[in-house]
């Protein structure tokens, strides 16, 4: 079992930027991709990004190149994701969910298909 626990939500105006972090806690030995997703009210939930642990490899939805970025610290079971120029239209919660493989989608986002592990969220709310 895998306990994730997200935090640095909060809100902030258009174009800021914020600092989520994941950390990880429990068996994690099998969860060698970690990965991050949003929800907005009313919408399905989409990838942003994910990274395999310990190798590194990153991989960003097109929607976020450019401006967010993943990363781990191992030391610390802790993942990353840095957030900057947001978007009104990225406010949501974002989850941060870990499993064994990373699959990517056709736009670059990763998949959950993999991601047994989920944690309760961090509320990011960008206002115009």
């Known amino acids: 079992q895998v306990t994730l626990v997200e935090s640095g939500g909060g809100s902030v105006q258009a174009g800021g930027s914020l600092r989520l972090s994941c950390a990880a806690s429990?068996?994690?030995?099998?969860?060698?991709?970690m990965g991050w997703f949003r929800q907005a009210p009313g919408k399905e939930r989409e990838g942003v990004a994910h990274?395999?642990?310990?190798?590194?490899?990153?991989y960003y939805a097109d929607s976020v190149k450019g401006r967010f970025t993943i990363s781990q610290d191992n030391a610390k079971n802790t993942v990353y994701l840095q957030m900057n120029s947001l978007k009104p239209e990225e406010s949501g919660m974002y989850y941060c969910?870990?499993?064994?493989?990373?699959?990517?989608?056709?736009?670059?986002?990763?998949?959950?298909?993999?991601?047994?592990?989920w944690g309760q969220g961090t509320q990011v709310t960008v206002s115009s």
């Open positions: 969910a870990a499993g064994p493989l990373c699959i990517t989608r056709s736009n670059g986002a990763p998949s959950p298909s993999t991601l047994r592990y």
């Open positions: 429990g068996y994690t030995y099998n969860s060698k991709c």
């Open positions: 990274i395999y642990i310990g190798g590194g490899s990153t």
